[in-house]
């Protein structure tokens, strides 16, 4: 499985939890019952739409890309309630709302008395070998070091911890210039949410806990922080990305760029990637918005489990990170696809 923009759960500081919980139902609703539709500008997720449903390789949706790439953007909600039918798939457990972005550190080429934290390709070993040495290992030993692998240096090990859970992420470097990194592999360990150890340390109430109030914490207990940064023994790799523009968001599962309020992280499982989703967040901020499920992530497990992709830098990481609220969310599917999910007796 291609890994995306996500590695974890970025959003209520990692406490995210989902899977199947019951039988798998579905239901077909009409448009007029999706809250809001009509308020939308399914014209932008139209072009998001558009981006990777070349991609998609079965027939029926091979012909609703080339009759999109055909139809006039400007009649995009037409184009929507015509040939697709949306489905509210639902595994018993309650809908989840997360929310991740793309960060931004400061960093160097070549290390230095400030920047001396390395962001590291994935070694050739550590692909044959699953699970390969834990974060603890790669970390405190030597196994890294002399080997060629670093592709930049930055000055925050913090930021850097979390730049793995975002999965990628825009390296300022010293000279002006950016530097884009992606995911590269894993080491193969199963990730432990930092947020929940404070929490059961009794540091916090869950409540409380976000990505920012872990940052504080582990900077105003800087021995302390390490240790608890080590209590996650998985670790991210990254690679170099430099096929993408600057303007464009980062890619996502489908190898393509995610588009800030119009992508969505999903369950594989539940969601087909490419297809449209329709959001009903509730809590702050109420969302009603067509968006395109392109993109997954390892704690994005579960039908009604979704990570919103607010965009680049620390005001779309801010809003990300407060973001943890319930709703429901519907997958616009083909229409034979649609109606092919009900039981025979309801066809």
Known sequence: MIRGVRAACMAAAMMCSGGAQAETTYQILGFNQLEDWEKDDHSAAFDVFLETCTDLDDPDWQVLCAMAQNHDRKN??????????????????????????????DGARSPSAR???PIYRMPPEAKQSNPW??????????????????IAWVDDPVELFFLQIQGSGRIRLTDGSTLRVGYGGANGHPYRSVGVELVRRGVYNAHQVSAQVIKNWVRRNPVDGEELLLHNPSYVFFR???????????????????????????????????????????????MRR????????????????????????DAAGQAAGRLRDPGRML??????RAYALLPDELQ
């Open 76 to 105: 995009a909600k037409a184009f929507f309630e015509l040939l697709f039918r949306p489905v509210l798939i639902q595994d018993g457990a309650p809908a989840l709302f997360t929310g991740y972005f793309e960060p931004e550190l």
């Open 115 to 117: 920047y001396r934290y």
């Open 133 to 150: 040495l834990s974060r603890r290992d790669i970390l405190t030993t030597d196994v890294m070091k002399g080997r060629g692998l670093e």
């Open 240 to 286: 170099e990305v430099n096929r993408v523009a600057s303007h464009m968001g980062p890619l996502g599962a489908m190898n393509r760029s995610v588009t800030a309020l119009r992508t969505v992280a999903v369950d594989p499982d539940y969601v087909p990637l490419g297809a449209p989703v329709w959001i009903e967040k509730d809590g702050a901020g109420k």
């Open 290 to 313: 067509l968006m395109v499920a392109q993109d997954t992530g390892s704690a994005i497990k579960g039908a009604q489990r979704a990570d919103i992709f607010f965009g680049t830098g």
């Open 331 to 336: 997958v616009l599917l083909p229409i034979q």
